[in-house]
T-cell receptor
Framework: KAGVTQTPRYLIKTRGQQVTLSCSPI?????VSWYQQTPGQGLQFLFE???????NKGNFPGRFSGRQFSNSRSEMNVSTLELGDSALYLC?????????????FGQGTRLTVV | GENVEQHPSTLSVQEGDSAVIKCTYS??????FPWYKQELGKGPQLIID?????GEKKDQRIAVTLNKTAKHFSLHITETQPEDSAVYFC?????????????FGSGTQLTVLP
């Protein structure tokens, strides 16, 4: 069973540009969550999508957005990039259930803003 | 929101010794507590989790204990091996109980010395 796939693995962008990252969840998983990981702030929750709807959102500015498609694949977009957006962006997929369920992470996309 | 504190930030042990990492959480309604292992250049890997209806769970050399009264949980690794060297994160969900919106501890860099 394939794991969570994130593309691209590495990106270098210039300040002011925008970027789109992609995540394909584990087959059968319908929930996708995004996290930002930096040395200073650690792992921080960005948002979660289920059935093409954003269900939860972390404390990030509106420049960070996302969407989910009918096949559960998800994209996140960051507009007007700032140097501080340099980070490892991680995607996690989960089954939907009434109880808390496990989240499985991809390898991440390393974004560098110059 | 949920607040998770993790200690120690770094831990060095001799191969074969045990390692213990501790976390405390603030939201008494939290009911799911996963532990992740992150190796260099990889995404976090779920290694064990525990739910609030049990006090301890074990999987080979890894065990997790939960004390709901004191609001803390711990990861225990016995007979450590060099391949156990990595950063370990504890996490907890917010009041809503969604495992898809995790608050992570700051991480523990575990080094197993041969």
């Amino acid at each position: 069973k394939a794991g969570v796939t994130q593309t691209p693995r590495y990106l270098i962008k210039t300040r002011g540009q925008q970027v789109t990252l992609s995540c394909s969840p584990i087959s059968g998983h319908r929930s996708v969550s995004w996290y930002q990981q930096t040395p200073g702030q650690g792992l921080q929750f960005l948002f979660e999508y289920f059935s093409e709807t954003q269900r939860n959102k972390g404390n990030f500015p509106g420049r960070f957005s996302g969407r989910q498609f009918s096949n559960s694949r998800s994209e996140m977009n960051v507009s007007t990039l700032e140097l501080g957006d340099s980070a490892l962006y991680l995607c996690a997929s989960s089954l939907q259930g009434f109880d808390s369920t496990e989240a499985f992470f991809g390898q991440g996309t390393r974004l560098t803003v110059v | 929101g949920e607040n998770v504190e993790q200690h120690p930030s770094t831990l060095s042990v001799q191969e074969g010794d045990s390692a213990v990492i501790k976390c405390t959480y603030s939201d008494s309604a939290s009911n799911y507590f996963p532990w992740y292992k992150q190796e260099l250049g990889k995404g976090p890997q779920l290694i064990i989790d525990i739910r609030s209806n049990v006090g301890e769970k074990k999987d080979q050399r890894i065990a997790v204990t939960l004390n709901k009264t004191a609001k803390h949980f711990s990861l225990h690794i016995t007979e450590t091996q060099p391949e156990d060297s990595a950063v370990y994160f504890c996490a907890a969900p917010p009041l809503s109980g969604s495992a898809r919106q995790l608050t992570f501890g700051s991480g523990t860099q575990l080094t197993v010395l041969p």
